[in-house]
């Protein structure tokens, strides 16, 4: 696929739950974002990846919050122990580099929905 | 701390309207500043971008404009269609520690009506 895709795109689970939120980046793309957006709110930065490593981590709310990225690629974003407040859309997103001008436009995917019961 | 605001935080225009978004941002260093447009449960897509020595940047009919002394930007959408029913974002990119950390405004959120 051309674009960046995540998975589910919708998750339910019952508080106390471990969930894992998938985000498959556009080939190529080294820097790989991933964001929090409640309903009716801006978007909420988490953590950015250079390669496999995360230079900034910043955004993270919790130490239930952890994520990985592997073989530059795919990345995933675990929350232990769900809670109710978690519950928003984990928007993924992938740029070309992580500096310059032109070549820093992030692209993201459609979101997964989490819901905590 | 880093901010970026915009308003209205809503606007409803009729079909055919012409309509102007606002936001500022205290960001520094100041590297770029994007508008994304985000259509109801998909992800943002950038729509234009401005460096420093920018002014204005048109993508058909969506037009932003820069100041970079008073920090401020606005994006003004011509001859409003329906399909321009979204959230419009501001996002300004700053030089940090090697990577162009982001901040993101809250939106604003236009209806356009028939």
């Known amino acids: 696929g051309a674009g960046v895709s995540q998975s589910p795109s919708n998750k339910v689970t019952e508080k106390g739950k471990d969930v894992e939120l998938r985000c498959d980046p556009i080939s190529g793309h080294t820097a790989l974002y991933w964001y929090r957006q409640s309903l009716g709110q801006g978007l909420e930065f988490l953590i950015y990846f250079q390669g496999n490593s995360a230079p900034d981590k910043s955004g993270l709310p919790s130490d239930r919050f952890s994520a990985e990225r592997t073989g530059g690629s795919v990345s995933t974003l675990t929350i232990q122990r769900t809670q109710q407040e978690d519950s928003a859309v984990y928007l993924c997103?992938?740029?070309?580099?992580?500096?310059?001008?032109?070549?820093?436009?992030?692209?993201f995917g459609p979101g997964t929905r989490l819901t905590v019961l | 701390k880093n901010q970026v605001e915009q308003s209205p935080q809503s606007l409803i225009i009729l079909e055919g309207k012409n309509c102007t978004l606002q936001?500022?941002?205290?960001?520094?260093?100041?590297?770029?500043l994007r508008w994304y447009k985000q259509d109801t449960g998909r992800g943002p897509v950038s729509l234009t971008i401005m460096t420093f020595s920018e002014n204005t940047k048109s993508n058909g009919r969506y037009t932003a404009t820069l100041d970079a002394d008073t920090k401020q930007s606005s994006l003004h959408i011509t001859a409003s269609q329906l399909s321009d029913s979204a959230s419009y974002i501001c996002v300004v990119s700053e030089n940090s520690g090697g990577y162009q950390k982001v901040t993101f405004g809250t939106g604003t959120k236009l209806q356009v009506i028939p």
């Open positions: 997103a992938s740029s070309l580099a992580p500096t310059g001008t032109g070549n820093n436009e992030q692209f």
């Open positions: 936001c500022n941002y205290t960001v520094s260093p100041f590297s770029n």
